[in-house]
């Protein structure tokens, strides 16, 4: 009867252990800070933008023991469902990637007062929502340096995504450094009229390149990989957007304006995390905050005076010398 009795004994202690070990996994969960992002038009693939800010998550997912949820723009889902939907979902802090998710995020926010909302790109006066924005130009400024020294034939191109202001910073910023190294360098701009569709890309590159462009420099999501490429198949030099290129192009991509969307995210989510501050108001970052620059220069064999000319207009917009508008 003992012997019986002994395996059974041991049977519920293990259920019971197996039963507070669960409970301790979900009150670990439930204990852990919780993200939810709206991805921008394009959403993941985009090999700009929104992989970005997604990297971000996953950094801060690893190192900083966080869970994170997110929505894509789609047939079924607008910018104000998905936000709706991560609120629901119970997320400590939700963000909005992107100028075009102002509108629904300010029309959920005024909703939940009570919530955290983080929106990227653009600025918001509502007091639960915390703008984060970037110094497009003083990156592009750089990219307009680097193509400058690179050409040979003077004219360099620009593809924005949108006639916008956000992407207005970046030609602006490109043909200021540009001109700031080559005065009489000519800039050819276009609008695409689209962040996703990487064929118009290659053909607004086309049309660049038949009018002696050598250097292309694209502001428009999935449609500037187009631009890239492009510009590969034809033997001219490019410059990526966002995050580094050069891996979509390695025979064009000389250089990418990094907008480092992840490095912003996973700084927010890391001060609320370890110190339980969240930034107010907007919070703007250049190229003194690590917000924007250069990745590494490729293809291109510059020698040190030119990769030193680069430098030393960085160091002059950080110290304030230069005014980039």
């Keep these: 009867m003992r012997n019986k009795i002994f395996p059974l004994i041991l049977i519920v202690i293990l259920s019971l252990v197996g039963c507070s070990n669960q409970n301790l996994n979900l009150t670990n969960e439930l204990d852990r800070i919780k993200i ?7 959403g993941l693939g985009d090999q700009s933008f929104s992989d970005s800010a997604f990297y971000g998550l996953i950094k801060a997912r690893d190192e900083l023991n966080i869970l ?14 998905g936000l709706t939907e991560l609120v629901e979902a119970g997320n400590d802090i939700v963000v909005g990637l992107g100028f075009m998710v102002q509108e629904d995020i300010e029309k959920v ?22 703008s984060i924005t970037f110094k497009e130009d ?3 400024y750089l990219a307009g340096i680097a193509a400058a020294l690179a050409t040979k034939t003077k004219k360099i191109g620009f593809i924005g995504g949108a006639d916008v202001p956000l992407i207005h910073k970046f030609v602006e910023g490109f043909t200021q450094g540009a001109k700031a190294i080559k005065p009489e360098t000519e800039v050819l701009v276009q609008y695409a009229g689209d962040f996703g569709n990487d064929k118009l890309g290659r053909s607004i590159a086309a049309e660049m390149i038949e009018q002696e462009a050598d250097v292309l420099y694209a502001a428009a999501g999935f449609t500037g990989v187009g631009v890239l490429k492009e510009a ?14 050069y891996f979509y192009a390695e025979k064009a991509v000389m250089t990418s304006m990094l907008k480092n969307v992840d490095v912003a995210l996973y700084q927010v989510i890391a001060e609320y995390v370890q110190n339980g501050e969240f930034p107010k108001g907007h919070v703007q970052l250049g190229l003194k ?26 160091e002059k917009i950080v110290s304030g ?4 508008n």
């Design 68 to 81: 994170f949820d997110y929505r894509e723009l789609s047939d079924s889902t607008t910018y104000e469902q």
């Design 232 to 245: 590969e198949l034809n033997g001219v030099l490019a410059i990526g957007v966002d995050s580094d290129q």
């Design 289 to 314: 905050e690590n917000g924007v620059g250069l990745s590494p220069i490729r293809v291109v064999p510059f020698n040190m005076q030119q990769i030193k000319t680069i430098d030393d207009y960085k």
């Design 36 to 42: 939810g992002i709206m991805l921008s038009d394009v």
């Design 321 to 324: 010398k230069i005014t980039v």
């Design 109 to 130: 926010a005024a909703k939940f007062p009570k919530q955290k909302f983080v929106l990227i790109d653009s600025i918001s006066e509502l007091e639960n929502i915390t």
């Design 138 to 140: 003083e990156g592009s």
